[in-house]
């Protein structure tokens, strides 16, 4: 399983799940996209992983999640630490 990160289905190149994927992908990291229910209330793989209903998220490969505000999520994987939120 790949690392993946769970995001809204808006492809505006703006907002929060925007953020966080361009993080990702300045910083070459290897990802599956997974859009998501719009619904809060739907987005039951979230809630269970996060406890939260909040996206974005990234699931790990050995089914772990981290989830925090987009601009520390970015700052995170721009610094290198996001491996460190692993597991």
């Given at each position: 399983m790949a690392t993946k990160l769970h995001r809204?289905?808006?492809?505006?190149?703006?907002?929060?799940?925007?953020?966080?994927q361009k993080a990702l992908?300045?910083?070459h990291i290897?990802?599956?996209?997974?859009?998501?229910p719009w619904r809060p209330k739907n987005r039951?793989?979230?809630?269970?992983?996060?406890g939260?209903?909040?996206?974005p998220a990234v699931q790990f490969e050995d089914g772990s999640w981290y989830r925090e505000e987009s601009k520390e999520m970015a700052r995170t994987i721009?610094?290198?630490r996001l491996v460190?939120?692993?597991g």
């Open positions: 809204c289905r808006n492809r505006a190149r703006f907002g929060p799940c925007w953020r966080v992908d300045d910083q290897l990802y599956e996209v997974v859009f998501g039951t793989a979230v809630i269970d992983g996060t939260q209903p909040l996206y721009r610094e290198g460190s939120r692993a």
